[in-house]
């Protein structure tokens, strides 16, 4: 999955840059290199920037659930795991 959030955010970027560039001086860059705008190929990364824009979107939006165990409260827990930690001078008083 996190090879696929790569992908996505390239194109993306991709695909920012291309629109400020037409925006801001009527210039295509990707019609530039490809061949127009009619171009298979140019259509192809048209396409694949557009999926990326939806699946990136569909990730926002999914989030993940949040555990409680893993909200950071700003306390130091120095217990263990499974119980108290023992003192060591009680230790060797037992033997």
Known sequence: MRTLHAIALT????GGINW??????????????FGGQASVISRIIYGLVGIS???YVATLFAGEEVEED???TGRVNYGTEFAEENNIDDDLEDR
Request: aromatic share 16%; hydrophobic share 70%; no cysteine.
């Open 20 to 33: 400020g560039l037409i925006g801001f001086f009527q210039f295509d860059l990707v019609a530039a290199i």
């Open 11 to 14: 194109l993306l970027v991709i």
């Open 53 to 55: 824009a939806v699946y």
């Open 70 to 72: 893993t909200v950071n």
